[in-house]
């Protein structure tokens, strides 16, 4: 097992840290998109896509990092495979509050929120298991119940799916609503995706 | 040429045998859901997911194996990049059995059997093919015939999809079909996903 | 810094100049399908198709000779992700020309016209800058402006998701142009892709 506590190693972590907070503030802004009116959300949404960027700020510092280093905590393709699937969770948020806006979609499905509420605890638990991932240490739990929640999501999703088509008449708000639990459940896809990277590193780390 | 055959290198070839065992009963379902009426379709689509899990039971091993074992019988990534499309070739097909049922589509247009005539031939060949991964030899007409089956399907998916607009008036039966004739189309270009990389690793080992 | 002028090491750029090519002939073909009537669109289209096989057998022929090469002129990933970036570019392009066609579309709105004036002037810089990633100079122009056009592109796009469902009435007519919009922009976010990966490149070569 490679030594790892010195600061060279750590800012990695320091940066997916970071990345983990935006996923945080992100996911809150979503859940307040859902709640506000129409002019709100169009604020909402700004805001969310200003924590995008900052996100991506901080991937692109740590794929230069990992072009600089020679010696790296984790294997390379490791923090590479950690960055770009946090990079996917963030992207996934963002496009739903953006559809939600550009689509003038008005008041959504109730299970929506359900679905928005798996994505804020997915990037709270995210958050919360970030410290951890420079010792890999007890791990276990986060993978386990990010994976409860992206199953427990599904669901939601297959029944939003069935219920749009019974109850909506509407062609466009079909499509639209379509679109926007798509990029629901495809953020939730990336957080369980995120979470068995960081279970197979653990694995090998171990 | 690394030295292939002991029990412990094989195993890896064993797992993906069995998850090329999954594909053959999985498309074989498939049909089965074309043919059958709602009711029984719903229990056909609850036992392909039964197989996509089994599926996924055997990746998740192979993964495991990979992370364990210091000396692999082919480079590590090209093990890890035959599970993830072989991973791939399984979730279309549940995908696409799983809409079946879920947009309650009733009966299929013609073309639909043919694409998933074609998915279960891929199935069957891949499944023939996976004993000679092993030695990565004679794999030469396992991919050629996988690539001619992809030209077919992917004629029938684009007459599939011109007819569905000029043959359809009903926008909610448009986008159900659409999705899930795409979802076959995409089970059909995994397989040939996972037949280009077969061939790029035969003659990368030859 | 490995050596690199040799002609064995050169002859990985030759064939990614080869492909830079395909790309600039393909989004002209792409210009002139907006602009013609259904019939020469079709074999515009076809045109763009042997045009996109051509690239084909150009990325097959560089994997293949990664696979036949120990020493690469740049790491054997970063090779593999720049061919691999470029077929996506290509592919994204035709599929647009293909459902222009099979959709029997008619007029497309003016915007279409801006995305895919873009997508050719990403093609072309794209191959302005193929001779410079033998040595890895001076290409911080190419990416910088390529991340500009995509930008340009994706406000482009959302203006016209916008206006799809605020000007067009018939779901049909909206499900058809939301595909061909959709794979215009996936054009040229793999054409950033392509650009992001050149500079991560760059900066590690450097």
Chains 1, 2, 3 share one sequence.
Not at 52 to 75: I, R, S, W
Not at 100 to 121: D, F, M, S
Not at 154 to 173: C, G, N, T
């Amino acid at each position: 097992m490679r030594f790892r506590v010195t600061p060279h190693d750590s800012s990695f972590f320091d940066i997916m840290a970071e990345t983990a907070d935006c996923l945080v503030r992100g996911s809150a802004l979503l859940v307040q998109i859902l709640n506000a009116d129409m002019k709100d959300r169009k604020e909402l949404a700004a805001k969310l896509h200003e924590v995008e960027n900052e996100a991506d700020g901080f991937t692109h510092k740590l794929y230069q990092k990992l072009n600089q280093t020679f010696v790296t905590p984790l294997d390379r393709d490791d923090l590479y495979l950690l960055a770009s699937n946090m990079d996917d969770c963030m992207d996934y948020m963002d496009e739903a509050g953006d559809l939600i806006v550009l689509y003038k979609i008005g008041e959504l499905p109730k299970r929506v929120v359900a679905q928005v509420n798996v994505l804020q605890r997915c990037a709270e638990l995210t958050a919360e298991a970030a410290p951890r991932l420079r010792s890999m240490d007890s791990l276990r739990d986060y993978w386990v119940e990010i994976n409860r929640l992206e199953n427990e999501a599904d669901r939601e999703y297959r029944r939003l799916l069935a219920d749009l088509f019974e109850k909506e008449d509407d062609p466009k708000r079909i499509i639209k609503l379509k679109d926007i639990i798509t990029s629901l459940e495809r953020g939730v896809d990336a957080f369980e995706r995120l979470a068995n990277a960081v279970e197979t590193i653990a694995v090998k780390e171990s």
